[in-house]
C-alpha cells in the first residue's frame, strides 16, 4: 500500500493474524553477507508488541519484536 512516509511510498501492512505472511525476493550481486533493514511500526491495541517471524532462504526463524509506536511512526 501506498504511504508517504515509508521507504519509496510503499509499505505492507494489515499482517495481524497467525496466517499472515509476506515473501520478498531479493537478488544478490554476489554470493556473501548482507545486512537486512527492517523498519516497523505497531499501533496494536493496549499498547501491546507486536512479533513475527522473519527468515532467509527458508532458515531458521527468528523473532521480532516491535514495542507499540503507532502506526506509521518508522
Not at 512516509?5 to 525476493?25: H, N, Q
Not at 523498519?39 to 513475527?52: E, K, L, P, V
Amino acid at each position: 500500500a501506498y504511504s508517504s512516509t515509508a521507504s519509496k511510498g510503499m509499505k505492507v501492512g494489515y499482517i495481524d493474524f497467525t496466517t499472515s505472511s509476506v515473501t520478498f525476493d531479493l537478488q544478490a550481486p554476489t554470493a556473501g553477507t548482507y545486512v537486512i533493514v527492517l523498519r516497523t511500526g505497531n499501533g496494536s491495541s493496549q499498547n501491546a508488541t507486536a512479533s513475527h517471524l522473519v527468515s532467509v532462504n527458508n532458515g531458521t526463524a527468528l523473532t521480532l519484536s516491535t514495542a507499540n509506536s503507532g502506526w506509521n511512526n518508522w
